[in-house]
Every structure is written in structure tokens, then in C-alpha cells.
């Protein structure tokens, strides 16, 4: 196995401490970054890591905090999109939860290098747990000098702040977060402008994920060249894979990217009972399915998505072959049912509609001509929305329903028949 | 945004617009309409509609034309099989979960869910399932009923309260498609004099007028350019009237006031006074005749017979200078009748007493399109120079009229509920030998008068009004005279011979070039000037002519 990199404190006894976090070298890569380095090598260090955004877009980090305007002398901020709300995806969490200095230092870090003055960390409602870790974890980094002014007595200063959600998936998606923290309704806006140049409060803003953050410290401290050569040629680094459904040990699971999605599963203690794999969603639910055919496919960012899916929050939910892919369907449709956040129309009424539709159709009430519907439904979310979820919700009612339409059809067909047969009995 | 142009072909065809125009703007242009639910040109873009997409070549995902700004050489295409199947599909969309009770809804006719159904949807339903069940019939406003079920959550009557009058009423609760509109807890529209534009901005029944849902059906109606007169903002309306249906609406003919834009006075925006007051110019109480009093009874009796009586009562009251005249013009009459009224009356009689600065209705402006000054030309009467002597306050005249013995009163009703008492006229009875009144309707005081000519209120009439911006602006009549009334400025010009003035037959633009000619203030003024926005009088300063709110940065 190769080496850990993000999860090397996570079965050391109370690493979330700042002594045991610090023991373990931890707050070398500030220190190095504060004294040693301007804000223009941090950002060529993490430029030349190929470090790639982990909340799902996968959109190179260097490059969108070169997006940043020039300083004018006003605030600018960087958030910490810690609302893990992808369905499967669990990773952060437990960075958060066991290990949440290795975030904070790299927020510190982060924030050098963009020159924030403050940090808004946005942890998910739920998260309890994390956000008492997080909190206290920031207290003792504030007490030691290591975040608040004149961080480890250099010129910087950053101030913290951790905002909880309440439960809408949408504030996931970075301006709805912002909008969230700016105390309105999570709605997505319209961009341009983008958060680097208009973002909180109308500000350049930097919106980073957790395990993105908690990769700096180390590319910082072992070098950009050192990150980008533990993965693949365009997608640098170590990644988190958190693994569910049908597998001996669901869990995360630290792996480079590009491990193929048959070593993912492997790793994790293979499919429950030595079944056969059918279906695998590789990034959250708004990827687009994959099948038992895929299972060479390199997950990483470029191999995922030349496969017609997208490796996206790296959530990895396995399907062995006597899952019924009709219920899975309904299940996450009406994931996307609930969670439309109602402002623009594809979404808000195509995610209800098809979730109706595949209900209908587990009634025993479905059409063979419901498929068609479906698909039309999936193609006319799919790019037509202001956020990134319309095509989201699309992405799993195309693909289930193009590799698997048999599947469907005998479904509409049996569970027709049989609501029949009760009727008539 | 500094003016530079930007080329780009829409459908084919070349535009040159500045930099920073939006597709849909930039089609427009062209002539080309692009539909729309949530865009309004006076509102925050939100981009969440969606059915204005269009698409732009070299871009793979349709793009809205709302929000999209123009670029050198772009190429956009409104038309395209691409735009067909993603406007249906919004169509589809919105419909899915609208009761589509097209023949018992009040805005069926003016409906944009029927328009861009006809122009971009023609899809059949597929929908097999419950539609959401919402609150119908829900009153949120004087006003204004609530079909949440009809609603496609567009956003305009929020943003419009948000961002318009910042008053915050409704707001949009809940999310994904159970989502709706509703009061914010604890608030209501009851107070809000803008709310009845939420119902204008409305592009389908979700919002309905309780003052004129049911009456008429919106195809039914005619409309015709006004002014609205209940204040000195001279806000541009449009009266909306069906001459022949009005049994359907208390036998009235007006159904409707919906603003008018004009950028330079009310934008897309009137007040609720504005568009709840006309019910008066319609009521049963209208004069129809003219009336002679005859012992305690008042009779009908032709305009002719009864304007050579008035002129021989004037004549006889204030004969030889002895006699003293009170006249009470009007701050709801024309330029061109206050001149003909000047001319008359201030100028014949040398003893006459003019009441005319109004103090009713000076309160209550509200900054943005409500004055103080709840009458349409009180600067325009103030050009006129009514009373070179200088005028008298309207009410403290007619206070102290049946002690200051005037021989004759002549008095021109501005709105009857400001008409005096009774007792006034009752009293004048001894005292005064001529009660001579020109008026719209009939009240306890025009009961007592000696003479009563039934004028035409401003849906009836012609002329200039001056705001109170000093903006001119041209009335022109929506509906026909009711009865036999007529324009005041015509009573007045058949009047005028009995006095030795010819001003014709008191024809509207010949009396404007008379008035325009004569008045200082107008000179050089045309009616053609007028047109449209109206315009400026000079000595008025640029800055308050092009204002909509008055100091206030809202």
C-alpha cells in the first residue's frame, strides 16, 4: 500500500489535538510557507502539485485562485465548503472530525497565498460532531499563535469563523453557500460574475473543499513535483474514496488517483458475500452510473470522466448483482426531489416529475412509454439550469435508464402485471 | 460600458448595440421578441425561468438572453430546433403543476402561460399524476387575491416589493416544486398603496384584481391613453373600458386603470389611490343635463337655454361694478379651461374674488410617486395666473361667502366628495341672487344650486395638465361624454359669447394654440410636443423634469 498522506494521523490517539497534531509535524508547512515563501510560490507550489478541487468539480486549485483580482486594499474572503451533502460522500467528515488541524493549517496556508482577511468555514447542519472538533480545534490553534493576528509573528492575520447549514443539499454548490452565509435563502446565482471576482458579501472570494485544503500542508512542505508524481499526469496527489454499498468494509479509504475502481473495491474488502458487482455510482449520486464493464476504469479526474461519468466527490457506491436498480433509481430521484432548491424550472419541476414517474412505476403503475419520458425529462434538465444541478439530477436518470432499460421494461412490465393480479384477487 | 458597439447577428440578422445589452434586449432591437416569465426590464434579472433561452453558436448549452450579454461576432440563433425543444420543454414544465382553469381564470386573455404556449409549446400533457394541491383564493391584499396554484414562481411581485418599494410583503417559502409565494409571517398588503402593481407585474392568474376580477373578460376591453388625476405626479395610465358590456360591471364602463410607462414620470409603476378612484366617473350620480332651479326644484333645461340664463344672471348680479363675484376654478380642470375660465371671469369682472389655492389634500406623499398635492394641475392654473390680484384659499372663500355678501358665485366642482355642504348653498340663498355650478356629479350641494352644467370628468375630457415636475402633458378622452355633459372648456367657450368673447366652439387644439399663445409660460409649446412622454416647461430645472421619486434615495 502506498504511503498515507491525508489520513496518516487518523488511528493515532487524539490527533485532532493540536500537541499530538503538532508531534506528528504538524504546522511545519506554515511555518515554512510564512517565513520562507510569498504568497506567489505558495500558489506556484500548489499550481505545479495538479492539486484539483476535491468537492467534485475537479477544477485545478492553483488556477482558480489565480482568478483573484489584484488586491485594492478591501476585504477578501476564503470559505471552506465543508457541507458535505453529496448522497455517499463522507470524507471531509472525518478530516474534520479526526484530524481537523491538517484543514486548519491549510486554510492558513490558502489564505496567504489569495491574501484573505477572513475565513468562513460552512460546515453542513449535521455535522455536529465535526463542528465541535473544528471549533475547538481553531481555539487551540488561536491560542498558539498560529491563526488570528500576526500568525506565528509574521505580518499575516487571519480570522476564522464557522457558519453551520441547515440541511439544504444545494448549499453545497459554492454560491448558494455564499448566499447562505450572507443569511439569505440557498439559492445559486448567476455567474459571471464568479465568487474570485463578486463572491460573499460582493467580494473576491475563494471557495476551497476540505480535503483540498488538507492537501496544502503537505504540498507545501514536500513540494509541488513530489504531489503531482502520486498520481496521474493531470491529476496530482493521493485521493479520499469514500466506499458504501455493497462491500465487505465500506469506509474511506486513502488511495492515489488513478487506482483502478477493481483496487477501490478491493481495497475495501471486495463485494459483500463474493457477489458479482453490478453497478458502480464512482462519484456521489449525480454521476452517471457505471457498470460491471468499467471496473478497469483509473478513477481519477480525466479517466472518470472520458468513461461518460465523473469521479466527483469520489464517493463510490457499489451495487452487487441483486440489487434492483429500478428502487435505487426512485431513491435518489427523490433525493433530488427533495433537495431542488425551487428556483429555476427544469429542476424544480423535472426532479418531482420523474420522482412521480418512478414511483408510478414501483406502484405497478408505470408505462412502457414512461422510459421515453424519463429520458426526455433527464435531457431537459440537463443544461438548461442556473446551477450545476439540473444536469446532477439528469446524470443518474440517463444512465440507469440507458444501461439498464431492460431491467426497466421488465419492471414496468411485472410490477404492472402483479399489481393486476392483486386487484383482480 | 462608455457607448462602445458590439456587433452580432441574431437570427440571421446584423445588430449593432452597446456593449453590455443583453440578447433579449439586443433582439428587441431587431424586433424580435424573445418570451419571458421572470425578466421585467424595471426588476433584478434572476435568470430562473428559463424559457428566454436561445442559442448562441459554439455554445453547447442554450443560454438565457435575460442575462447573457452581447459579444463581438456572436452568433444567436431564437429560433433553432435546439430553442424549440428546450422552450417546450419549459412550457412543460411550468404546466405540469398549473390547473390550467384557463375559462374561470381572470387573466385568461392576457396570459403569458397561453401566449408562449401558443408560440413555443403546442406539447400534449403527459403528465398521469396529482398536480400540488396550494392555497387558492387567498386575500393578501386589499386588493389582491392569491391563486398559489396558478403561480410559476417567477419572483416579479417579490422582487417588485423588494427591490421597488422595499416594503418586503411576500416572499417565496419552501423549496423544489411544493414551493410557493406567500405573505412573509406577520406582514400584509392591506396598507401598501403600490400593491396593486404586483398584479400587473403578475405574467399569469396568480394574481388576480378583486376590484376587477369577474366583470369583464380582459378581450372584451378597449383601452385608451389617460392620466391619472389624483395627484400632482401625473402618473401616464391607460383606462381599460368596454362602451356596450358594462351590465357585467354595475353598469359601469370603465373595468380598469393599469399604469402606462413613461420613464420620465411614473416608469411601469401607479399608486393604488390612482387605481381605485375613477368609480366616481362612472357612478349613477352623474349629471346628465343641465339643471335650472326653478322655486325648491331643480329641471332640466338644453345647454343653450340654460347658458343664456347663467350669462343673464351673471350679468344682472354683477351689473354696473356694484355687484361682486366669488369664482371657484378648479384644480382638476384643464390649462386650456383655467385660461378660458381667466378669461371670463377674472378679466370681465374687475370685482371678482378668484378661490382657488386648494389646501385639501396636502398630506400624506410618500417620495416615490404619491405627492402631497392630491390634485393634477395646481401648477399648471398657477401659470395660467388665474387671479392677478392673487387668488384666495378655495376653502376659506367659500367659508366666509354668506357673510361677504357676493351678488353671484360661480363654482366648478373638483371631486364631489370635496363639494361643500348643503347648508353653504342653503345658506347662500339670501345673500347671494346667482349660485351658478359646473360639475361631474350630483351632490347635496349642486342639489341647492341655481344652476347646475354637467361637465365631463377626466375620462371624458381634453387637455393639458401640468405635474408637478412642470411637465405638460395631454389628456385626451378614453370614453365618450356620458349623457348630455360636456367638457368644461367647451361650456365655458358657449358662455363666452353672451360676454362678448369668441373662442369658437371650444375645440381642444384650437383652444391649446390659443392658451399656448396667450400664457407666457407655453409659448412656443405645440400640441405635437406634447405627445407621448409630454414636456418639459421652461424655467423648470432638467433634474426634477426626469426624477420619478423626489429626494429620497430610495
Not at chain 2, 50 to 62: A, D, L, Y
Not at chain 2, 224 to 235: K, L, M, Q, R
Not at chain 2, 346 to 365: E, V
Not at chain 2, 542 to 553: F, P, V, Y
Amino acid at each position: 500500500m502506498t504511503e498515507r498522506i491525508l489520513t496518516r494521523n487518523w488511528q493515532i490517539v487524539n490527533a485532532h489535538t493540536l500537541a499530538v497534531y503538532q508531534s506528528r509535524g504538524g504546522y511545519r508547512a506554515l511555518a515554512k510557507a510564512l517565513t520562507q515563501m510569498t504568497p506567489e510560490q505558495v500558489t506556484a507550489e500548489v499550481l505545479a502539485s495538479n492539486l484539483q478541487g476535491r468537492g467534485g468539480a475537479g477544477f485545478p486549485t492553483g488556477r482558480k485562485w489565480r482568478f483573484l483580482p489584484p488586491p485594492d486594499g478591501g476585504p477578501r474572503y476564503l470559505v471552506v465548503n465543508a457541507d458535505e451533502g453529496e448522497p455517499g460522500t463522507f470524507k471531509d467528515r472525518y478530516i474534520m472530525e479526526l484530524d481537523p488541524h491538517m484543514m486548519i493549517e491549510g486554510i492558513v496556508i490558502t489564505g496567504y497565498a489569495i491574501g484573505a482577511t477572513k475565513c468562513y468555514i460552512y460546515i453542513r447542519g449535521e455535522y455536529r460532531p465535526a463542528a465541535h472538533r473544528t471549533l475547538a480545534a481553531l481555539h487551540e490553534a488561536q491560542a498558539a499563535g498560529l491563526l488570528g493576528p500576526g500568525i506565528l509573528g509574521s505580518g499575516y492575520s487571519l480570522d476564522t469563523d464557522v457558519i453551520m447549514g441547515a440541511g439544504a443539499y444545494i448549499c453545497g454548490e459554492e454560491t448558494a453557500l455564499i448566499e447562505s452565509i450572507e443569511g439569505k435563502k440557498g439559492w445559486p446565482r448567476l455567474k459571471p460574475p464568479f465568487p474570485a471576482v463578486k463572491g460573499l458579501f460582493g467580494r473576491p472570494t475563494i471557495v476551497n473543499n476540505v480535503e483540498t485544503l488538507a492537501c496544502i500542508p503537505h504540498i507545501i512542505e514536500r513540494g509541488g513535483a513530489w504531489f503531482a508524481a502520486l498520481g496521474t499526469p493531470r491529476n496530482g496527489g493521493t485521493k479520499l474514496f469514500a466506499v458504501s454499498g455493497d462491500v465487505e468494509q465500506p469506509g474511506v479509504i486513502e488511495l492515489p488517483m488513478g487506482t483502478p475502481l477493481r483496487q477501490v473495491i478491493a481495497a475495501c474488502g471486495g463485494v459483500k458475500g463474493g457477489r458479482k458487482v453490478k453497478a458502480v455510482i464512482p462519484g456521489g449520486a449525480s454521476a452517471p452510473v457505471l457498470t460491471a464493464d468499467d471496473l478497469d476504469l483509473p478513477m481519477d479526474f480525466t479517466s472518470v470522466a472520458a468513461a461518460g461519468s465523473m469521479l466527483g466527490s469520489a464517493a463510490v457506491m457499489v451495487m452487487s448483482e441483486d440489487r434492483d436498480m429500478v428502487y435505487a433509481l426512485s431513491v435518489i430521484m427523490e433525493f433530488f426531489a427533495h433537495e431542488s432548491c425551487g428556483q429555476c424550472t427544469p429542476c424544480r419541476e423535472g426532479t418531482r416529475w420523474s420522482n412521480e414517474i418512478l414511483h408510478a412505476i414501483l406502484a405497478g403503475k408505470g408505462r412502457n412509454s414512461d422510459i421515453d419520458t424519463l429520458l426526455d425529462i433527464a435531457r431537459n434538465m440537463d443544461g438548461t439550469t442556473i446551477c450545476p444541478m439540473g444536469p446532477g439530477a439528469a446524470a443518474p436518470l440517463r444512465s440507469f435508464l440507458t444501461k439498464f432499460r431492460p431491467e426497466f421494461e421488465a419492471a414496468i412490465e411485472n410490477l404492472r402485471n402483479r399489481a393486476r393480479g392483486e386487484a383482480a384477487a | 460600458m462608455s457607448g462602445e458597439l458590439v456587433r452580432l447577428t441574431i437570427d440571421g440578422r446584423e445588430a449593432m448595440v452597446p456593449r453590455g445589452t443583453t440578447i433579449l434586449q439586443a433582439a428587441e432591437s431587431l424586433g424580435i421578441y424573445i418570451p419571458r416569465y421572470c425578466y421585467h426590464p424595471a426588476l433584478r434579472i434572476v435568470g430562473s425561468c428559463r424559457i428566454c433561452q436561445v442559442e448562441v453558436i459554439g455554445n453547447p448549452t442554450p443560454q438565457i438572453s435575460c442575462f447573457t450579454q452581447v459579444a463581438e461576432g456572436m452568433d444567436v440563433l431564437t429560433d433553432s430546433p435546439l430553442v424549440k425543444r428546450v422552450r417546450t420543454a419549459v412550457m412543460e414544465f411550468l404546466l405540469l403543476n398549473h390547473p390550467i382553469d384557463c375559462p374561470i381564470c381572470d387573466t385568461s386573455g392576457e396570459c403569458d402561460l397561453q401566449n408562449f404556449y401558443m408560440t413555443d409549446g403546442k406539447h400534449r400533457s403527459r403528465l398521469r399524476h396529482h398536480k400540488i394541491n396550494r392555497t387558492k383564493r387567498k386575500r393578501i391584499g386589499q386588493n389582491v387575491v392569491l391563486d398559489q396554484e396558478r403561480c410559476i414562481l417567477c419572483s416579479r411581485c417579490v422582487r417588485f416589493l423588494q427591490e421597488v418599494v422595499q416594503t418586503h410583503e411576500l416572499g417565496l417559502f419552501g423549496r423544489g416544486a411544493p414551493e410557493r409565494i406567500d405573505l412573509v409571517e406577520g406582514k400584509s398588503l392591506d396598507g401598501n398603496n403600490y400593491a396593486g402593481n404586483i398584479i400587473d407585474l403578475c405574467p399569469v392568474g396568480a394574481l388576480t384584481d378583486d376590484d376587477f376580477r369577474f366583470k369583464f373578460r380582459v378581450w372584451d376591453l378597449s383601452r385608451a391613453p389617460s392620466i391619472c388625476p389624483f395627484c400632482s405626479a401625473g402618473c401616464n395610465i391607460e383606462v381599460h373600458f368596454n362602451t356596450e358590456l358594462c351590465w357585467k360591471n354595475n353598469a359601469m364602463r370603465i373595468g380598469r386603470v393599469k399604469p402606462r410607462l413613461n420613464p420620465h414620470v411614473n416608469s411601469y409603476w401607479m399608486c393604488d389611490i390612482g387605481r381605485y378612484s375613477f368609480h366616481y366617473t362612472e357612478h349613477p350620480d352623474r349629471l346628465k343635463q343641465p339643471l335650472v332651479r326653478e322655486g325648491e326644484q331643480q329641471t332640466a333645461h338644453s345647454w343653450s337655454a340654460a347658458l343664456a340664463l347663467a350669462a343673464a344672471k351673471l350679468k344682472q348680479a354683477v351689473a354696473g361694478g356694484t355687484g361682486r363675484l366669488a369664482a371657484f376654478p378648479s384644480l382638476y380642470m384643464t390649462v386650456e379651461s383655467a385660461f378660458l375660465f381667466r378669461r371670463l371671469f377674472s378679466d370681465q369682472f374687475n370685482t371678482a374674488r378668484m378661490g382657488f389655492q386648494s389646501g385639501i389634500g396636502l398630506t400624506g406623499g410618500d417620495g416615490f410617486l404619491l405627492r402631497d398635492d392630491r390634485n393634477p394641475n395646481r401648477l399648471g392654473l398657477e401659470l395660467v395666473k388665474m387671479d392677478r390680484k392673487g387668488g384666495e384659499p378655495r376653502d376659506e372663500l367659500l367659508e366666509r361667502l354668506p357673510q361677504s355678501k357676493f351678488s353671484a358665485v360661480v363654482y366648478v366642482q373638483e371631486l364631489p366628495e370635496r363639494d361643500p355642504p348643503a347648508e353653504l348653498a342653503a345658506a347662500l340663498r339670501g345673500a347671494t341672487a346667482a349660485l351658478i355650478v359646473f360639475a361631474t356629479n350630483a351632490t347635496p350641494f349642486t342639489a341647492l344650486a341655481d344652476i347646475v352644467f354637467p361637465i365631463c370628468p377626466w375620462t371624458e375630457d381634453h387637455g393639458t395638465w401640468v405635474n408637478w415636475q412642470g411637465r405638460a402633458q395631454w389628456l385626451t378622452p378614453a370614453l365618450p361624454p356620458m349623457g348630455g355633459a360636456k367638457p368644461l372648456a367647451a361650456a365655458l367657450a358657449g358662455l363666452a359669447p353672451f360676454f362678448g368673447l369668441n373662442f369658437g366652439q371650444g375645440a381642444p387644439d384650437e383652444l391649446f394654440d390659443r392658451m399656448a399663445n396667450e400664457v407666457p409660460a407655453f409659448k412656443g409649446l405645440t400640441l405635437p410636443r406634447l405627445g407621448g412622454e409630454g414636456a418639459g416647461l421652461p424655467g423648470f430645472p432638467a433634474s426634477r423634469l426626469t426624477t420619478l421619486t423626489e429626494t429620497k434615495e430610495r
